[in-house]
């Protein structure tokens, strides 16, 4: 039997909500704590410094545990998407994902900085990771259901542009209210690092706190009255019959195709960037961090300020503008010397990359058929996690023939441009065709 459609749709010609669309965007603000302090600057700097106690072992074993999770997060996020698809209601799963990552940051506070503390580390920073992952699947498909077809770009813009604000304060919040202070704040005891895993903590309930909104004020689908079992069976049978039937969504595998090859690009360019700045420019750590920062900052401002222009141009045209200036900054990078030239160039990519990941979610948004939309989100998650290894794995050969950081950071170019290429092939209009699962 082919896969049940959802009983009900809801109307995308609906007046849109506006307190249910704000609590959507506030998630992003929420969920960006857990990848700024955990993922990129605090925890991982803990695990390799604190932990591990050697930062060559510790880096390479942060690099296993974020990749097995990265390859969890792809194999299993179209399954998931595709059994919510068949279930009806995605609140369930959205919030029980988001509060296996808060109850994991906290969980992290019990990680003191001892070698043996390795696998209690491992265990929930990668169920966090799994937890705040999977919850972005369920989150970015509620988008279509809350927000019209003409005003899609700015809502997915303005959230972006949250997430990135989120994030910068959090980690400023996370440094100076805890790290960077000498106050004995709750009494905290610097000996065993307990001003440092306080910020895990902080993740954990800044997280909760604005995710709240999102829990009670988002509607949600009605359920198609299938159980867990029967909708799993379900979503299985789509998925097959998504794959027998993948020329009918063509168009958005070669999105997706394109996606996976820029985002391994942009990835790359956040993986390897603070090791460029310091390598080639010899910027100090804290200079790497406020470059870090700034970076953030004109991101979330290029997410917020191209909204308007992705609701004029579509999602489409705003990720090729978005890419023809990643590419030309990204250049410009590589070819300058001085640091103050390095610092603008780096401030202008920044302005690209909210946009290219706002358009990214937006065009999916538009394109993914009604029946299927979480199950393309999903796939959505798959894109970006599926060739993760690509981007590093080639820098890194790159660097080690040529000796040369420059040349190594050039291979980045390559994906931007294949992605460019890719995309041009993407039809203009973003028209959600609502075709029947069994057509």
């Not at 972006?160 to 604000?165: A, E, Q």
């Not at 065993?192 to 800044?206: I, K, N, Q, S």
């Not at 538009?366 to 796939?379: D, E, K, N, S």
Request: charge should be neutral.
């Amino acid at each position: 039997m082919p896969p049940q459609t959802p009983l009900a749709q809801p109307s995308r010609a609906q007046q849109e909500d506006k307190r249910a669309l704000w609590s959507w965007a506030f998630y992003d603000w929420a969920n960006s704590a857990f990848f700024t302090i955990i993922l990129t600057f605090v925890f991982a700097q803990y695990f390799s410094v604190s932990v591990m106690q050697n930062e060559v072992k510790g880096t390479e074993a942060w690099g296993y545990i974020v990749g097995i999770s990265g390859v969890i997060i792809a194999i299993l996020a179209p399954i998931l998407g595709a059994i919510a698809d068949q279930s009806g209601r995605r609140k369930p799963w959205f919030i029980t994902f988001t509060l296996l990552c808060v109850v994991s940051c906290a969980m992290l506070w019990t990680v003191t900085p001892e070698q043996d503390q390795f696998w209690n580390a491992a265990l929930w920073v990668g169920l966090g990771t799994l937890g705040a992952e999977f919850a972005f699947i369920f989150y970015n498909s509620m988008l279509p259901d809350l927000a019209s077809p003409e005003r899609t770009g700015r809502w997915s813009g303005w959230a972006w542009g949250l997430g990135y604000v989120g994030g910068v304060l959090s980690l400023v919040v996370a440094l100076y209210g805890f790290i960077e202070t000498d106050a004995t704040l709750f009494n905290l005891n610097r000996d065993e690092a307990e001003h440092v895993r306080a910020t895990f903590v902080l993740v954990a309930v800044w997280y909760l706190v604005f995710a709240l909104p999102a829990f009670f004020f988002i509607p949600d689908r009605p359920s198609t009255g299938l159980g867990l079992a029967a909708a799993t069976r379900a979503g299985f049978v789509q998925l097959k019959e998504s794959i027998a039937h993948v020329r009918r969504y063509k168009d958005i595998v070669r999105f997706l195709i394109a996606r996976m090859l820029y985002t391994d690009g942009l990835a790359t360019i956040f993986t390897f960037g603070g090791v460029y700045a310091a390598g080639t420019f010899n910027m100090g750590s804290t200079e790497v961090l406020q470059f870090a920062i700034a970076l953030n900052v004109t991101a979330g401002l290029g997410a917020l300020g191209f909204a308007w222009i992705d609701d004029a141009l579509g999602g489409r045209n705003t990720i090729l503008l978005s890419l023809a200036g990643l590419g030309t900054s990204a250049l410009g990078i590589l070819v300058v010397d001085g640091t103050t030239a390095f610092w603008v160039w780096g401030m202008i990519l920044g302005i690209f990359v909210g946009p290219l990941q706002s358009a990214s979610r937006s065009h999916l948004a538009r394109v993914a058929p009604p029946h299927l939309q979480t199950q393309m989100f999903g796939l959505f998650a798959f894109s970006g996690k599926a060739t993760a290894f690509a981007g590093p794995l080639l820098v890194g050969w790159v660097t080690a023939v040529t000796d040369s950081q420059r040349w190594g950071m050039s291979t980045i170019l390559v994906f931007l441009v294949i992605g460019f290429l890719l995309m041009l092939k993407v039809p203009v209009t973003e028209t959600r065709k609502p075709e029947s699962p069994s057509a």
